[in-house]
């Protein structure tokens, strides 16, 4: 449900409430199959860490009142029969809060508090203010009254178990206010110049400007574009501990990282509309890549690892953001983008290549991005053709920078590379009918259900077209009404809710999808765009999706699902006015 000054309405059981460049959302869910009765507020600095409850209040009976939770972008409200609660962002770390008829316990998520963990309470004489330090989060949440009054303080300075928070309360005109910051250390006691009404109207005018600029061609025909602006505008956080860059954080949910190939399909749907903040989620794991010129797995507020990698699909990723930028990379990016290309691939072809091998390895499904695919059954550290045509194009991609940059003995050694890659991909992987792996240690080669397989179709108009045509025919075998299975329903290996061993994923359905398109598969590409966006209108942007339901699955509020959503819907809305004009 769409209101033009509101924005759409959202279900906080599957998307956090929060703003633009915030580090806390406000949620029942508390982690992966965790949810509270109440709302909380979550930060996810130090991980995810539910710190304060909010418990709407019947002010008569001083116990918890009924009332339903309604979500738009700009307001968040409890509603009873004896009066409601807002809750709005000021700021990315404030919010306010104003009720009437219902009063509001904040208090603090754990009731235990050891020297190392758990949530002291206490009033700061200074501010005039009550305060709750997280050891978990490492920062605090300072509470000001600013209209009504303190009904009840339960737990300051108390140490051990206890209750610790406060009671608010309206005063004589049956009003109260209060603000919720999370900060360092210390500020100036909290003021504001907004009234409550000017805060939600600025959050709903900032919203509104964010999707004008990243789906300005949304029409009644892309009815999930807002919603999908919404939980990206929402999981974006600013520069905080390890995260160098505004970020698009997988969710403010439990997948509160950057993983280093997610991140690709946000800085797409960005590019056009919010070109800075694109290129900033295409730079972010460069920053942290490492002196192997490998990526790191991911990158959160307080870790990054480097336990596993994930695949090369950033030569492809970069070709199509440079089209869908608005204006060209200067010299100087692109010097510094072929830089950090050319060590990551750099990386696969020493690091990841056996002694003598011509093709590189994963050493693990993790490293693919599809952790437990079928693919990976008989052996871990595997040979795979999606790994080779990802760096193929990763390689022709570097070819054109550096033929651009004005390098043309790396523009040669790049494309004889990526032909010389391309041709052993061929002779040892494809038997004529299908794409196989190949153990590294044994040498062994099999073929699985599993999508994965078909991955290869990525490289477009570069595979030979009886190749592009068996490929396409085995694809169409895993389309359901929903979208693209990643295990075969068919196979006995299917689990409806078996990560990359059945259910849809969006990455999976934007690289085939492209690859189909390009090399000319049109009338595949089309299906598989259009039951796509049509799962995601009826079930939202859950992190995958059951294969043969269409039901959503895991982390309901999955950012590169929300990206992969409004890229399919911004081309076909481009082709369908492109065909009218055509017509016209």
């Known amino acids: 449900m769409t209101d033009a000054c509101s924005g759409p309405a959202f279900s906080v059981h599957d998307i956090p409430f929060s703003t633009h460049g915030s580090w806390f959302g406000i949620s029942p869910v508390l982690a992966e199959k965790t949810r509270a009765e109440d709302l909380h507020l979550v930060s996810h600095q130090n991980g995810m860490h539910a710190v304060l409850r909010l418990v709407p209040l019947d002010p008569v009976a001083g116990e918890r009142a009924e009332a339903g939770v309604r979500a738009t972008p700009g307001l968040l409200s409890w509603t009873g029969d004896g009066g409601r609660v807002d809750l709005a962002y000021e700021s990315p770390d404030t919010v306010r809060l104003r009720g009437t008829g219902l009063g509001l316990q904040v208090g603090a998520a754990a009731r235990v508090l050891t020297p190392f963990s758990g949530t002291y309470f206490f009033h700061d004489p200074v501010a005039d203010a009550h305060v709750f330090t997280s050891y978990e989060t490492g920062r605090r949440y300072r509470i000001t009254v600013l209209s009504g009054t303190l009904a009840d303080i339960a737990g300051a300075q108390e140490l051990g178990r206890a209750d610790r928070g406060v009671t608010i309360a309206a005063g004589a005109d049956g009003v109260w206010e209060a603000a919720v910051e999370e900060l360092d250390t210390a500020r100036p006691p909290f003021t504001s110049p907004a009234t409550f009404d000017e805060v939600v109207t600025a959050a709903r005018r900032s919203f509104a400007a964010f999707v004008d600029t990243v789906a300005p061609w949304r029409s009644p025909d892309t009815p999930a574009a807002e919603l999908a602006a919404y939980v990206l505008w929402s999981a974006t956080v600013r520069p905080a501990g390890l995260v160098t860059r505004p970020a698009v954080l997988m969710s403010k949910h439990w997948m509160d990282k950057v993983w280093s190939w997610d991140h690709c399909f946000n800085a797409l749907a960005l590019a056009p509309g919010s070109p800075e903040l694109a290129r900033d989620q295409f730079a972010l794991p460069f920053d942290h890549q490492d002196a192997s010129g490998a990526l790191p797995d991911s990158v959160a507020h307080s870790e990054v690892l480097h336990n596993f990698v994930k695949p090369p699909i950033h030569g492809w990723a970069l070709g199509r953001l440079r089209s869908r930028l608005p204006e060209p990379l200067d010299r100087d990016q692109l010097a510094e983008t072929y830089l950090g290309l050319e060590r990551w691939t750099d990386f696969w072809l020493t690091a990841r290549r056996a002694p003598g091998a011509a093709l590189p390895h994963y050493q693990h499904g993790n490293d693919s991005g599809w ?112 979208g693209l299975a990643t295990e075969l329903p068919t196979s006995p290996q299917y689990l409806d809710d078996g990560y990359w061993r059945g259910p849809i994923w969006a990455p999976a359905t934007v690289l085939i999808e492209d690859g189909l398109r390009r090399a000319g598969r049109t009338r595949l590409a089309d299906k598989i765009s259009a039951r796509f966006r049509a799962l995601c209108e009826t079930s939202g942007f859950a992190e995958n999706f059951d294969a043969l339901t269409g039901a959503g699955l895991r982390d309901r509020a999955y950012t590169w699902t929300a990206s992969s959503y409004l890229l399919l819907a911004e081309a076909h809305e481009l082709r369908r006015a492109e065909a009218t004009e055509a017509v016209g």
């Open 371 to 482: 952790d437990n695919a079928t693919t990976f059954d008989p052996e871990r550290v595997v040979v795979t053709a999606d790994l080779a045509a990802f760096l193929v194009l990763q390689m022709r991609e570097l070819a054109d920078l550096a033929t651009e940059l004005e390098q043309p003995d790396d523009a040669r050694r790049w494309t004889r590379t990526a032909d010389a890659t391309q041709a052993s991909m061929f002779d040892q992987l494809w038997t004529g009918d299908r794409f196989v792996a190949r153990g590294v240690r044994s040498g062994d080669a099999w073929s699985s259900a599993g999508l994965l397989d078909l991955v290869p179709v990525v490289l477009g108009e570069h595979l030979p077209p009886d190749v592009a045509a068996v490929l396409a025919d085995r694809i169409e075998q895993h389309l359901t009404a929903h």
